[in-house]
């Protein structure tokens, strides 16, 4: 169910019903449009009584919202949401294409420090590396944790990047959020209900993958946990898909990438590091989600591939990163995007 | 690593084993076999030295294991691993086909005992029903947590069924493992690595279901979290994964059954619920899961169907269950099985 | 379109309605039931007019059959189709399972007598063999042709089995059809729709191979391209479809057994031996097949798998076929089947 | 097993060496490089003997090659394959980028020429309409046959464009072969393994669709069917496999062109129409297949996709078209592309 308010409706009259509706027992969730506000009422007691709402005052039209997922539905929310980072002109889901680079782990401070300097010499906005790392095997590096987070926040002091890394449980999650500035949900943990319910309690942007095998409809209903605890800056991530083909480690669905678009109102950036496992594959087709229309990548860059604690095998190198943020550069005005190059490195300098 | 022991190995050997592997900074797995006790290292802190090992007393051989896991392989343990329940002559893994049966959620005390009283009369030696839901939308219904089980332990006195159910969380995990007899890990959370090794900690049989993508190897990847926290009694479940194919909700994969007692001693069963999602669908698939030499099966009861608050078009009918009991009756001595039929009615009315 | 005859319809009123459609540019179907007779419509140029159709003499109704397929459809034909061979009491889609034993391919006399031999003593009814071979590679043996064709024909003589062996293309297609006893389609032919149509000319039993990636639909609407060509007698067989999955060659897909015996009145068999590609998992998932309710299986044999020119790793030894026998003629019973072993060698030396 | 010949052999050296590998019962491959000529041996009948090969007169050296494929890896030949087409300065696998656009399906001549004027004018090299259709049912239009395939003859005269149509079988690919630039192999028919030879024995180039499932080493061994005939300008195409995601109408795996292209020497094109099924995902993919690296690209304009006999909703509008073309063309230099807008049209009215 979605109230739609008048343009001219006051604060007031928008609290007035976001009251009532939790009075009802519902939750309230107030979207506010470029025109107006619409309220979505989410919560697993039935129905809510239509008629009694249409006469509060302010209220425009109630509708009611036929998909599963709501708040992550363009029916309730028509514009593009776009993330920002106070104090940084860095933004997710807007005209600028986001560029989240680094490695897989934080091995060590020197290897993330110069990992980082070249990144964001290149113009990546965005710092990744794994502090928590969910590994397939009980018995290999799982991560420096909070050490690793450390060494993170001092990369966002000295080279003004934004830090996105993932949160695994409970645990992690609560450190994860205090120390970066985007709290990653990883594919294996797309549907832990639980985790996404408590990331949705926090009040900093989401970066949510895409299940290995989650059809499109599950990854936004995963996207509406966190929304319906009151978190709406999710960013969607494609990272490869689970099929026969056996030329790359996953298949990655680029074709997600316009048939979200066309349904939700959040940001959709695409991985090609996870999504092929392979080096060679990462460039072409990183260009190829900037081109499908992408609000951004992920990419795995390491400094020395060879010698990675994880996932060295589809890491590039950093000069191969340098070459691809110029090829984005290229095709980013086709698709009516911009790359902001080198404004970082400069802003964090000052 | 493996430390085989002799086969006149005294526990003090064995124990003296243990703690200088401990003292190293591994974990040591004690497995005792028919003949003699294997001793499993794990750890990820790279090699354990071989020659000091090889010359402590009742030390037969110390074996490099190559697969990823190994706690759950045969190469480290060659008998099944039968799973007792103290109190009953239930098992699982054994001569004895394990049926487990029961709603797919505790909607509430009437409907659960109605259910629980007709699987046992038709021979289940255990129950099933959901506590704690993972639902694909916040929207719907989630369980009824602590009172569901509360009606299942109730259950327990009255009928003498086992109660399996599913934990999702830190908090579910900590009362299942209270409140019923085994913890069950769903397909959501096959991967959910903090959850297993927490889960490995509690000295309670695990049911873990694979994963909708899962290979083989993932998924005894995941038993063995659970195994080098400690915990050997796992106990596998084949549910169904994901494919092109629409004619069933999931492409149920008994080939897996086979596959699995080549490689691991863990029990294998199958769920023919979920793993078809149609009612027509699930009497032949357990007959096949069950030719296929599977351990047994999970499958979903409901006295009224229709009104099931969850998973209603999977759940067969009472009577449907009482002609699969005869069915599988006739099919378990192909396999060299038995179906203990009715037998814990008797014991639990005594 | 489907006009239902009246119980008392004659043959003569039949024929009349039959000619009526013709002369209309439509095909007629006759397709004759326990109680009467329905005649399916098809053709692509648009819709019959049925108020004409009901006023003919002997019509008791025109039936809109919405479904894609038709003649492959319960809705046209309740009854199972059963497949009677002359001159023999084999049949496929009755009580009795049908056993369809042999190697991939005739690779000379002596073996393929020395292995029918073997599986007619075990109680197959059918004998197959691969004469023209579809490989992967243009470099590998490609089957011994219209010699293997001779050589089981002599089989038939010798040991009363019947033949099955595949057609790839129409100078094959006719051999087959002068030679054999069932044209098999292979699974990467399921969708030759022009080998289809021609298939569906000749008047002898065809065995349709589920595509890798074929829906259940589309395998039905393979059948029907035959079927509308006049050739009624398709026997489908599930042979393993293409998944993630890598513990065994193709994922062998059970419900699809339950789901067309709904759908449709073609028998349905299972091949467990490319479905999984490897002699572990042959004989339980044979098991499985039957317990699901199949009208038989197709299953490969060699007596020296180790020497075999194709497919030798799933092929299964001649004393694991005659246990595999022993097995199935006690699970039969519970699905209402009959395995009737030896009788079939007794007749051939008769 | 490959002979490498050396620089300066003579054309009689290359042939002498041609008629001593086709004497010994196999076949001879002579494969011009930018350096020197390497000549491809196939045949089923076990290994050459490679010591008297070496000694023959302009032999540098004889290698064995591993791979399955032979004459379709880039271990032969490491050029790009570059076909041409007489009389026009079109090519596919070269500098300029390969379009080729059309209906799904030839309906008429109004209809043919329409789309055709208008993806000429935009800069079109190539023309496609299907006259022999693949259909999955018996039911539905076939294509105009003969019929269709003069018209395009007649669209090639006046506009200039290569003409490229699907054969299906013996028959049709006659007619294809004498009336069509390229001819074009379905993915229903990918390992139709019969027709690929015959494909292979006319001098004309084929554009091969990659199968629904199937793997990268199946789909070069399709290719290798065709040039072991002696046919070597296959030209190869990703359509979408089939996977889980239902968002789309099949997935398009974009990663398999980085991946062919480090494999084999053959040109790689993209069918974003088929490979989504949905308009709205057409331009999109089209763009990441050219931003992938892709050698062009094939894609269904219809005037009228309402009213289109097949495929209406995964045909693009002619406007569309134009803007494609146009995005194309941007993102074209980026990898080192072209895309000759315009030039055939002007050619054509010459």
């Not at 209220?59 to 363009?74: D, H, P, Q, T």
Request: a neutral charge; proline letters at 5%; glycine letters at 8%.
């Amino acid at each position: 169910m979605l109230v739609v308010m008048k343009a001219q409706a006051t604060p007031e009259q928008i609290q007035a019903v976001c009251e009532y509706i939790e009075k009802l027992g519902f939750r309230a969730h107030p979207l506010p449009g470029a025109q107006r506000t619409a309220i979505g009422i989410t919560g697993n007691k039935g129905e809510v009584d239509r008629g009694n709402l249409e006469e509060l005052s302010g209220v425009a039209e109630v509708i009611r919202v036929s998909k599963a997922y709501k708040l992550a539905s363009r029916d309730v929310k028509e514009e593009d949401t776009v993330i920002r980072f106070p104090g940084t002109d860095a933004t997710i889901g807007g005209r600028d294409l986001a560029v989240i680079a680094g490695p897989c782990s934080i091995e060590n401070r020197d290897q993330a420090f110069a990992i980082a300097e070249q990144v964001a010499a290149a113009g990546a906005q965005f710092f990744r590396g794994g502090a928590f790392k969910p590994r397939t095997s009980p018995y290999t590096f799982q991560g420096l944790g909070l050490e690793a987070l450390r060494i993170m926040a001092e990369i966002r002091e000295r080279y003004g990047l934004r830090i996105v890394t993932e949160a695994l449980d409970n645990e992690s999650l609560d450190l994860v959020a205090e120390w970066a500035d985007v709290i990653q949900i990883g594919a294996r943990n797309m549907q832990n209900f639980s985790l996404l319910k408590r990331t949705g309690r926090f009040r900093k942007p989401v970066l949510l993958k895409r299940g290995l095998s989650a059809t499109l409809e599950e990854f936004l209903m995963s996207a509406e946990y966190i929304m319906s605890e009151g978190n709406y800056e999710v960013i969607l991530c494609e990272r490869g898909v689970r099929t026969f083909a056996d030329h790359t480690r996953y298949t990655l669905d680029l074709s997600v990438v316009p048939a979200i678009q066309r349904l939700s109102h959040l940001p959709i950036l695409v991985d090609p590091s996870h999504g092929t496992g392979k080096r060679d594959s990462v460039l072409p087709m990183a260009r190829a989600a900037v081109a499908a229309g992408a609000d951004g990548i992920l990419v795995e860059v390491h400094n020395q591939p060879d010698k990675a604690l994880s996932d060295g095998p589809q890491s590039i190198y950093p000069d191969q990163f340098v070459r691809l943020m110029d090829e984005l550069q290229q095709i980013a005005p086709v698709v009516a995007r911009h790359l902001p190059r080198g404004i970082h490195v400069t802003a964090a300098a000052g």
